[in-house]
């Protein structure tokens, strides 16, 4: 009933810069939380960048300063804008969103997209 859609992974050089997006859909009445997670080969899925309805953002201390998460809250869309990226960065990114469905219970879903890869390589 909720889909996530990821855009943008792709492969890039090290010092560039990718923006990644992704779009909720379906039957939602109201998001709180959209969050941008990775995982990388052997490694479990960290917290890369978090952002709240009230326009409050999180980053992990890996991105500060290279990383912006970014909201359209009209179109349902978060964005993750990734500058100077480093080989480091390579990982498959997942969108996540913290949703209400229902206008009479007041009960929040976490949904996931199927995530986008990201390869910084020279």
């Known amino acids: 009933q909720v889909q996530l859609v990821e855009s943008g992974g792709g492969l890039v050089q090290p010092g560039g810069s990718l923006r990644l997006s992704c779009a909720a859909s379906g039957r939602i009445f109201s998001i709180n939380a959209m969050n941008w997670y990775r995982q990388a080969p052997g490694n479990e899925r960290e917290l890369v960048a978090a952002s709240t309805s009230g326009g409050s953002t999180n980053y992990a201390d890996s991105v500060k300063g290279r990383f912006t998460i970014s909201r359209d809250n009209a179109k349902n869309m978060v964005y993750l804008q990734m500058n100077s990226l480093k080989p480091e960065d390579t990982a498959v990114y997942y969108c996540?969103?913290?949703?209400?469905?229902?206008?009479?219970?007041?009960?929040?879903?976490?949904?996931w997209g199927q995530g986008t890869q990201v390869t910084v390589s020279s």
């Open positions: 996540n969103a913290r949703i209400r469905t229902r206008v009479y219970q007041n009960i929040e879903n976490d949904y």
